[in-house]
């Protein structure tokens, strides 16, 4: 095998990723040109656009149109290689990655494993609750809604109907706000005249909020018209309250308050996602690896953090930056040139984050944005808003086809007020009902 | 409910349609203004086009792009309902089918089952091969192909790693050879990019055919241009041949011939797909039913089959039509029609199968057709056969967003050289291997 023993024998220094999220990815790419071999590892073979994940919950895009295989996107760098594997441990000392196919040598080592959802240990929350992490959670969450009012049409019991069509999203971050908004225009546009059957009153969207306001972290404006948005849009804002627990059927708020609902969705908060093996003392609360300026992993040499797992104080961000896309991505990059830089015996520079802002979409022309430009600080909300969100996501997709493919099913969406992806296929979490006697269906 | 009572009031007569293939679908629509209440119950909550799974098993579309949900076709359908389900019998006597989410009654009853893979009675092979029947199979074959090349970079055994890379394709109908020529495609312009670490003349496609020709049932010209163009390609096709036993690794044909490999793709014959409950006597060898010109069950005033579980023997046609979408399209028009006109009071019409021709398509400008247009046959190979095949499937695709969506896939596909869908979502056959000593591949 001529292929396989090439990389054996490319003499040149190795570096090993472990996680093809924004920062894994970007730091791949950055190492285009240095004088390295580059292996990424990762336990899918895709990329995932995750802003846009919830719109895959929705029935608004195909899955397919925010993965990327990383063969596809990297078949042109020479020096990279992928493998789809699970890491299970590190070794610093031998300086070999443990994986589900094998170990791996490495030179340097850089984690973009990102983060995970965070239940809080709560495990009964864990069980019974869908969070919209991955891919395969997007699916799920789809899956289930759509099955849930398949399943309503057999009933007849007000409250075990009301059970399957509301739904209660804990977290007022973007994911929870836009998934939140997401399903009201389902509920406005599209289901009615789906299950003509069903009357949409009865459709209850709750949003749970442990704080006082949406969106923190964005601007006062932001968060307020976040609120107006979503109330506008029907969704139940419940702010400074917690649930408490939640048994498949019922959420309990810490007021009190019972939500009766099959499907809640956990978009409450995420923690790193760690790698056996390196000392306990880098791994700050959070899960996360503390970093220095260089995205070195405190106590090592050659071992780097980027992205959600990487926690980087500095006076500016005393307590890391945001856990989103823009700082993997400055940080993969700044990295890949560092590692090119030592590589050539040039000295490393420290990363600054430029931070271009936030936004969060609400629905159908309703979006927040706080943008950075040139030091200065604009507020949108609204429509103008809404076509900044969608442009800048678009152009931020990896690849032609995908952009090409998002632009026209959200052209489409707009103008027929429809979103189209809405079949059932793989796991679901409804309830299988049969018909009951005061619903008996189509008996 | 005010919705689903409304249900039982309509007092029309209630078409139960059980399968919205071809057939099914196409019967409810055309009963769009019949003075009946249509249900069409299906377990699956959207049509596939199946013509085209073989694509989706090959990266070339998504799966979004060839189903379409029941509600969002008919949902301006006054008339139709939906109900998601399985159908477990039916009681003739009674009018009622049984199904999984309860008992529903009908006035007429309309088979459209369709059929399932054939495995003749071979256990082993049902657990070993692959089929293209389904979404799930085209999902789960593409998945298997591409975790297959993941895992063989690990490998240096040479056997081992054959065993990964080859493909054994049963069955010389259209789905074989499209599957065949969709793979010796991946295999050129493709895979060659994703896994430079592979030498790809080392990947085998074979096709076993158990008859002399490909493409039985079409012209000699186009079972010839056929085989041709798969040998051109590269495919080994293996003709008079079956496979007598496929343990998973090895599949061992008639000849004593042994074919090494790990994925097996079983497209060598459907069979009916039968309820219970109706009199086995209906049941003809091939378990479809016996039906008149007015696809009416033999021995049931009110129970009709049309499409594949439908076999009506005619002059023209004594061992009834081909088990292909057209048959099922015009037999489920027709039908819609007939039960229109005894509604009103009309007498029904017999069917005649109105034959527009076959084609298959081999890969990039290659297809053979047999046209029948004003009573006249032509036949096309090569390019023009391959427009024509285009032009047919994107035209008859349902919707305009899933048409437009195929013909930019395949027009971005044509011109690039490339298949983008290429990401490992949900299940694979694909074994785990770790790395061997002599592959040792990035250790």
Redesign the interface.
Same mark, same amino acid.
């Given at each position: 095998?001529?292929?396989?023993t090439?990389?054996?024998d490319l003499g040149k220094p190795r570096v090993v990723i472990v996680g093809g999220g924004f920062g894994g990815l970007e730091l791949a790419k950055a190492l285009a040109h240095a004088p390295v071999q580059v292996?990424l590892i990762d336990k899918?073979?895709?990329h995932t656009f995750q802003p846009l994940l919830y719109q895959v919950a929705s029935a608004g895009l195909? !899955?397919? +149109?925010i993965?990327?295989?990383f063969?596809?996107i990297l078949?042109?760098q020479d020096n990279f290689?992928f493998?789809?594997a699970e890491v299970l441990s590190v070794d610093a000392q031998a300086q070999i990655v443990e994986t589900?196919?094998?170990?791996?040598?490495y030179d340097y080592l850089v984690l973009a494993t990102g983060a995970t959802t965070n239940y809080f240990g709560d495990a009964q929350m864990e069980k019974n609750a869908i969070a919209i992490k991955s891919?395969?959670d997007a699916?799920e969450l789809r899956n289930t809604v759509?099955?849930n009012f398949?399943?309503a049409?057999?009933l007849?019991d007000m409250e075990q109907?009301n059970s399957l069509l509301d739904f209660v999203i804990v977290g007022g971050g973007p994911t929870g706000v836009e998934i939140a908004g997401a399903l009201s225009e389902l509920r406005t546009h599209v289901f009615p005249?789906?299950?003509? !059957?069903? +009357?949409f009153k009865e459709m209850d969207i709750h949003l749970v909020q442990s704080g006082p306001v949406l969106l923190k972290g964005m601007s006062a404006n932001a968060s307020e018209q976040a609120l107006k948005s979503l109330q506008k849009f029907g969704v139940q804002v419940w702010l400074d309250a917690r649930v408490k627990s939640y048994d498949g059927y019922t959420a309990t708020l810490n007021t009190g308050q019972q939500l009766v609902a099959r499907t809640l969705i956990w978009a409450a908060g995420v923690t790193g996602a760690p790698i056996k093996g390196l000392d306990a003392g880098c791994l700050l609360p959070g899960n996360r690896y503390a970093v220095d300026v260089y995205n070195r992993v405190q106590g090592y040499e050659n071992v780097f953090a980027v992205g959600d797992i990487a926690l980087m104080k500095t006076p500016e961000y005393p307590d890391g930056h945001p856990m989103v896309a823009q700082p993997a991505l400055q940080q993969g990059r700044r990295l890949g040139e560092n590692l090119h830089r030592v590589l050539t015996h040039r000295l490393m520079e420290p990363f600054h984050y430029d931070d271009k802002g936030a936004m969060a979409t609400i629905g159908r022309n309703h979006a927040v944005a706080d943008i950075k430009l040139f030091g200065k600080e604009y507020h949108l909300d609204g429509f103008l808003a809404w076509l900044a969100w969608s442009v800048v996501h678009v152009v931020s997709l990896i690849?032609f086809?995908n952009r090409?493919?998002v632009l026209?099913q959200w052209t489409?969406s707009y103008f027929s007020y429809?979103k189209?992806?809405?079949?059932?296929?793989?796991k679901t979490r409804a309830p299988?009902?049969?018909?009951d006697v005061?619903?008996?269906?189509?008996?």
């Open positions: 095998m001529e292929g396989l090439k990389i054996d292996v899918q073979n895709y195909d !899955e397919g +149109d993965v990327s295989p063969r596809k078949n042109e290689y493998r789809l589900s196919i094998g170990c791996v040598r891919v395969e699916l759509l099955s398949e399943q049409l057999q007849g109907l005249k789906d299950y003509r !059957e069903i +009357d690849g086809r090409l493919m026209l489409w429809d189209g992806l809405r079949y059932i296929i793989g299988l009902v049969e018909a005061e619903g008996k269906a189509i008996v």
